[in-house]
């Protein structure tokens, strides 16, 4: 298929690509790998008038250790994040779920912050990042701002990010102790999951991200609560799909999904020890 006409701009720096949606406005959309974005361009459901290109910046490209965090660049790719041995040794979860990403190609061009930045419920990273209560960093004309991860999927492929805003870095505590797990359900190797878990146990809590089971990336609020009152693993498990909202498609109906919620989630939990 043939998405619509757009203008293309490079972006040679950040600062460039902010003044590119200032002056744009909802008319222009920021392409990184274009892994989410181009699929909906070429079906039309997403028809920006504007490309801004920052894939190329490279200062957005980073791992850091940042003493109770790591920070990092939202244009980091994901091989770099799943080979990383700061990521596995401080982050094990985020490096484990990027490994599942797609396909090796997509993960040597795909970027972990245009994962997150697309807030798409079927994604697996975002439900890492509720999992793991990480910070998402934004920069837009008024400065820098810190959006904490439960307040920045705000709808089906929306996030709390402003048209003139840029998401520059992913902030995950430091967990190297942590034990957990993730599971993940698909008809085949490399689709979309049909239902998703990530499950970490460490730094006295317990979090439990879900992956399709809302219109929004979405934390499993019931498991979370269950858990801290002393709850097995099965136990906790029963209480997956409380509160949610699964989509009905050619994969699965809403009760499937909230039967594979349960399943999966027990089988993370077990898996982090719980």
Same mark, same amino acid.
């Given at each position: 298929?043939?998405?619509?006409?757009?203008?293309?701009?490079?972006?040679?720096?950040?600062?460039?690509?902010?003044?590119?949606? @200032?002056? !744009?406005?909802?008319?222009?959309? +920021?392409?990184?790998? *274009? !892994?989410?974005? +181009?699929?909906?361009?070429?079906?039309? +459901?997403?028809?920006?008038?504007?490309?801004?290109?920052?894939?190329?910046?490279?200062?957005?490209?980073?791992? %850091?250790?940042? *003493?109770?965090?790591?920070?990092? #660049?939202?244009?980091?790719?994901?091989?770099?994040? $799943?080979?990383? $041995?700061?990521?596995?040794?401080?982050?094990?979860?985020?490096?484990?779920?990027?490994?599942?990403?797609?396909?090796?190609?997509?993960?040597?061009?795909?970027?972990? *912050?245009?994962?997150?930045?697309?807030?798409?419920?079927?994604?697996?990273?975002?439900?890492?990042?509720?999992?793991?209560?990480?910070?998402?960093?934004?920069?837009?004309?008024?400065?820098?701002?810190?959006?904490?991860?439960?307040?920045?999927?705000?709808?089906?492929?929306?996030?709390?990010? *402003? /048209?003139?805003?840029?998401?520059?870095?992913?902030?995950?505590?430091?967990?190297?102790?942590?034990?957990?797990?993730?599971?993940?359900?698909?008809?085949?190797?490399?689709?979309?999951?049909?239902?998703?878990?990530?499950?970490?146990?460490?730094? #006295?809590?317990?979090?439990?991200?879900?992956?399709?089971?809302?219109?929004?990336?979405?934390?499993?609020? #019931?498991?979370?609560?269950?858990?801290?009152?002393?709850?097995?693993?099965?136990?906790? @498990?029963?209480?997956?799909?409380?509160?949610? %909202?699964?989509?009905? /498609?050619?994969?699965?109906?809403?009760?499937?999904? $909230? !039967?594979?919620?349960?399943? +999966?989630?027990?089988?993370?939990? $077990?898996?982090?020890?719980?």
């Amino acid at each position: 298929m043939i998405p619509a006409a757009f203008d293309y701009i490079r972006a040679g720096s950040a600062d460039e690509a902010l003044a590119a949606l @200032a002056e !744009h406005g909802d008319e222009a959309k +920021l392409l990184a790998g *274009g !892994h989410s974005l +181009l699929p909906l361009m070429k079906l039309r +459901l997403s028809t920006p008038a504007v490309l801004v290109d920052i894939g190329r910046l490279d200062d957005l490209s980073y791992i %850091n250790d940042a *003493g109770d965090h790591l920070a990092i #660049g939202a244009l980091t790719r994901h091989r770099d994040v $799943e080979t990383s $041995e700061l990521v596995q040794s401080q982050a094990g979860l985020l490096a484990e779920a990027t490994s599942h990403v797609g396909d090796p190609q997509v993960r040597h061009r795909g970027t972990i *912050g245009g994962s997150i930045a697309h807030g798409d419920p079927a994604s697996d990273l975002p439900s890492v990042m509720l999992a793991m209560r990480a910070t998402l960093v934004a920069r837009g004309p008024g400065g820098e701002r810190e959006i904490a991860v439960d307040e920045f999927f705000t709808g089906f492929l929306e996030t709390a990010l *402003g /048209d003139d805003e840029l998401l520059t870095e992913i902030r995950v505590p430091k967990m190297p102790d942590a034990t957990w797990g993730f599971q993940k359900f698909n008809r085949r190797a490399q689709d979309w999951a049909i239902v998703g878990v990530s499950a970490i146990v460490g730094n #006295g809590n317990a979090g439990v991200g879900l992956v399709n089971m809302d219109s929004t990336p979405v934390r499993a609020a #019931g498991v979370e609560a269950a858990l801290a009152g002393g709850a097995s693993a099965s136990d906790a @498990a029963e209480a997956a799909a409380e509160g949610t %909202n699964p989509p009905s /498609d050619l994969n699965a109906g809403p009760e499937y999904r $909230e !039967h594979l919620a349960r399943v +999966l989630t027990r089988r993370a939990l $077990e898996a982090a020890g719980r």
